[in-house]
């Protein structure tokens, strides 16, 4: 009967490491999709401004002229 105890504890034991495992690798994938989709959005807004700042300077050269 105590093996069976032990065996039973181990399994137990086991099977919280293994769901710690998973909680963290879904936490590391949110992390990175969070992460990848920001980091998306800086660049297209960076992309958007620089885009804007040429032509306005174009705009400037025209209406100056």
Request: proline fraction near 0%; glycine fraction near 6%; charged fraction near 30%.
């Amino acid at each position: 009967m105590s093996g069976l105890v032990t065996a039973l504890e181990a399994a137990r034991r086991e099977l919280a490491r293994n769901a710690v495992a998973r909680e963290r690798d879904r936490l590391a994938r949110d992390l990175h999709d969070v992460l990848g989709f920001s980091l998306s959005a800086v660049v297209l807004r960076g992309e958007l401004a620089a885009r804007l700042n040429e032509r306005r300077g174009t705009l400037r050269v025209h209406f100056n002229n």
